[in-house]
């Protein structure tokens, strides 16, 4: 089996609409540098650079390559890994492949996206296969709005459920000096006054677009132990994807459909012998593009039963203080640079299970937390994180 | 390494200058087929079969936002694991290998696909620039790479005639390889006369616009043994980057090859590459690039390579053959240049490398290159023993 291996360092950039102050590089340097200050070494100490990107949404080739000198790629080992929207999910992986394998003792992980050059959504677009589905292709909002319209048919929840994990993640967001959209709502009447993009979703029922870089170093555990205190560990990492082919990947009307996140949810129980996630798991950072999907990736993730996912929320169960908190951070909705949004969840929970997420620190002691993300055609990763192995 | 990864089946297109027939996924499954039934394994995650994918393929290329769309469903991952590399394939070999020796994965099939004919070669690689300081010059790969041929022939005093020999030897190999896209007969005259395309590199100095895809399955030693009578254990690899700005660097080195190169050796034990290693197979998109890189990896001193293709040292029956394949000279997609270099030494590991095979061959380098004026590199040792 392979080694023992933790988070020991994590940072991230000040997330914003526009950043015409810095270029990529400069950018994704900000949160490598972060992540070396947070683990108090210098980029020599670090075996080798990993990270990722979807590259056609700036327009540049082996992005990697032009700024291996800002990321300590320079006589380094890595490489650039790209996975849709689990990217940084996908590159946090891969460097803990490497370090459990022993190939190296410590090695950097790196997600970035600057969303203020060249336009992601007509890179999106192409996502889909040229022949069958280009024509019809629409971006990412009609997706979630399709999805949304069958949770609101199956599960009874209402447009006000959604402006409330819009609240919630507002909260969070506003306590998170580096999260984006920080807009200081009060109540649920302001977001169901935003108007509709594509119904039901709302402006404020979509997450932005967000310039923005996240790093996490990683060490094997007998470095781990001399560079931290509070190492996070690594306990698992499970990557399910879903075909693209079928009709209805992100919402499905007939119910027949599997989805990702059940299989890659119970695979994960499974290994790690998690019976009730809501007690054996401390707090969750889930990848919600819109407020209907975090209610739905509640009971795909096993929070609680099928079509009542809408209920923790009209509870608050999955607020900062609740019993089960869910995107403290203010999530995807409150910042979003996609190949970085899913190494934000991860260095989210990481803060949490460190105790040291600041002011959105949520009530419960985090002892293991899981972090999601979801890309293309409803591709799902799950990373376990734990206090102690 | 505690324990070894093992190859256990290899499986290449033959490459074509335009494979309109078919999409990307298509050609990833012609390759993917043939791996699965030399094999007899199918997708599965309880332990007898492939449980993960590394696939390596890039949206530039492909014209398409993630391009794993393109094959996931041909490498089993409809609720499975698939994960994408955008260097050159070999490095989602090595991938696939950290996933085996991790104990997260048991069983990897890794493929690489890219159709050059359907994009601007020269338009993808202006992309890859700094957009400040290069893109506006409308350099690509190619006028980079004259750069360095000249400061290459500047600086250590090689030749074009010594490249040109590069590229008549390459050629003339793939007449032996079945998967070759432009195997010919020709003369250090004839590729001093092809059209010049950037100062010094000539048309027969460059390889072809090239589609194909190429695969493989790795596995634990233990599983590897029984998959097959041949395996081939990965004994060393390593990878590097160097600087992007051409200005910041001395093109006629290649310090992140010497590294990767060193890495990988002390890891497979190998200490004098040009008496230990049986055969190479070696990165060449233009034909000084396999006398600069023969350099970086130790083969012989700095300045030395010219005499060493002078000499006949990698020629088929040399003490070191170069490329039996033809390399990438012969035709190959970027970005499968290096898995295809992997597939080749494999071949000749399991002495199944036909008329290009080198007698006996135990020990075999392959090489590959991402990136301008080689940026990123990356170096793997393969044995049989």
Avoid at chain 1, 108 to 131: E, N, R, W
Avoid at chain 1, 203 to 212: A, E, I, T
Avoid at chain 2, 64 to 93: F, Q, W
Avoid at chain 2, 195 to 209: E, G, Q, V
Wanted: proline share 3%; net charge negative.
């Amino acid at each position: 089996m392979g080694h023992r291996v933790a988070i020991v360092g994590v940072g991230q950039t000040h997330h914003r609409a526009k950043r015409p102050d810095v270029n990529m590089a400069e950018m994704v340097g900000e949160a490598v540098r972060a992540a070396l200050a947070d683990a108090q070494l210098r980029a020599k100490n670090v075996e080798a650079v990993f990270c990722g990107n979807m590259e056609t949404f700036e327009g540049v080739y082996l992005p990697d390559h032009g700024m291996a000198d800002e990321i300590g790629a320079f006589m380094r080992p890595g490489m650039k890994l790209a996975s849709a929207g689990t990217t940084g999910s996908a590159v946090f992986a891969e460097a803990f492949n490497f370090v459990a394998a022993g190939l190296f003792r410590t090695a950097l992980a790196i997600g970035f996206q600057k969303h203020d050059v060249g336009s992601a959504q007509a890179a999106l677009a192409t996502t889909v296969t040229p022949i069958w589905g280009r024509g019809a292709s629409s971006g990412a909002i009609a997706e979630f709005a399709q999805q949304a319209q069958i949770y609101m048919r199956q599960s009874g929840a209402k447009e006000e459920h959604a402006a409330m994990v819009r609240l919630k993640a507002d909260r969070g967001a506003c306590r998170n000096p580096y999260a984006h959209l920080r807009l200081g709502l009060k109540s649920v009447d302001e977001v169901l006054k935003s108007g509709y993009l594509v119904w039901p979703i709302r402006l404020l029922d979509f997450c932005p677009q967000s310039c923005g870089a996240t790093a996490a170093v990683i060490a094997v555990e007998e470095e781990a132990k001399k560079i931290t205190r509070k190492p996070v560990w690594i306990a698992d990492v499970v990557t399910v994807h879903q075909e693209p082919f079928r009709a209805s990947s992100f919402g499905d009307p007939t119910g027949r459909e599997t989805y990702s996140q059940d299989v890659a949810a119970e695979r994960l129980y499974k290994r790690n012998g998690i019976t009730d996630p809501r007690k054996d798991i401390d707090c969750a950072e889930v990848y919600e593009p819109s407020n209907w999907e975090e209610m739905m990736l509640y009971e795909h993730f096993h929070f609680c039963e099928k079509h009542k996912g809408w209920q923790l929320i009209e509870k608050g169960i999955t607020e900062i203080e609740g019993e089960f908190p869910v995107n403290a951070s203010g999530g995807v909705l409150a910042t979003n640079p996609i190949g970085a949004s899913p190494m934000n969840r991860i260095v989210e929970t990481a803060l949490q299970v460190r105790g040291d997420a600041g002011e959105h620190q949520v009530t419960r002691d985090v002892k293991t937390a899981v972090a999601s993300a979801l890309g293309s055609s409803n591709w799902t990763m799950l990373t376990l994180l734990k206090r102690s192995l | 390494m505690a324990e070894r990864v093992g190859i256990v089946a290899v499986a290449q297109t033959k490459y074509h200058p335009n494979r309109a027939d078919v999409n990307e996924g298509e050609l990833a499954w012609e390759v993917i087929k043939q791996v699965l039934q030399e094999t007899g394994l199918t997708f599965c995650d309880d332990g007898n079969g492939i449980d993960s994918a590394v696939t390596c393929s890039e949206d530039f290329w492909d014209g398409r936002t993630a391009t794993n769309n393109n094959v996931m469903s041909y490498v089993g991952a409809h609720l499975g694991v698939e994960n994408k590399v955008t260097e050159d394939g070999i490095n989602a070999i090595y991938c696939a290998m950290a996933q085996i020796l991790s104990g997260h994965h048991d069983t990897v099939l890794v493929v690489c696909h890219m159709k050059e004919s359907q994009a601007d070669k020269s338009l993808v690689e202006n992309a890859a620039m700094d957009a400040i300081f290069m893109r506006l010059l409308g350099m690509n790969f190619l006028t980079a790479a004259a750069l360095q041929a000249k400061r290459l022939m500047y600086k250590y005093g090689v030749t074009v005639e010594q490249c040109a020999k590069v590229a008549v030897k390459n050629r003339r190999n793939a007449k032996n390889n079945p998967f070759a896209q432009e195997p010919m007969d020709i003369t250090v005259e004839d590729v001093l006369s092809s059209r010049l395309l950037a100062s010094p590199i000539r048309l027969l100095d460059t390889k072809p616009i090239s589609d194909g895809a190429c695969a493989m399955i790795l596995t634990r030693e233990e599983k590897a043994r029984k998959l097959t009578a041949k395996p081939v254990w990965i004994l060393g690899a390593a990878n590097c980057y160097e600087t992007h700005y051409l200005g910041d660097r001395d093109l006629a080195e290649c310090d992140a090859l010497v590294l990767a190169a060193k890495r990988a050796y002390s890891m497979a034990g190998v200490t004098n590459p040009l008496k230990e290693l049986d055969v190479a197979e070696i990165c060449e998109e233009h034909s000084y690039q396999e006398l600069l890189w023969m350099e970086g990896l130790g083969f012989c001193g700095r300045g030395e390579a010219g005499r060493l293709i002078d000499a006949g040292v990698t020629q088929m029956g040399g003490q070191l053959p170069v490329n039996p394949s033809g390399g990438m000279l012969a035709g190959n997609p970027n970005h499968v240049g290096g898995m295809a270099r992997v597939a080749e030494a494999v071949l000749q590991l399991r002495g199944e490398a036909g008329d290009r095979q080198v007698a006996g061959a135990k020990v075999a380098l392959a090489h590959g290159v991402t990136g301008i004026c080689g940026q990123h590199q990356c170096v793997m040792i393969l044995g049989n023993k």
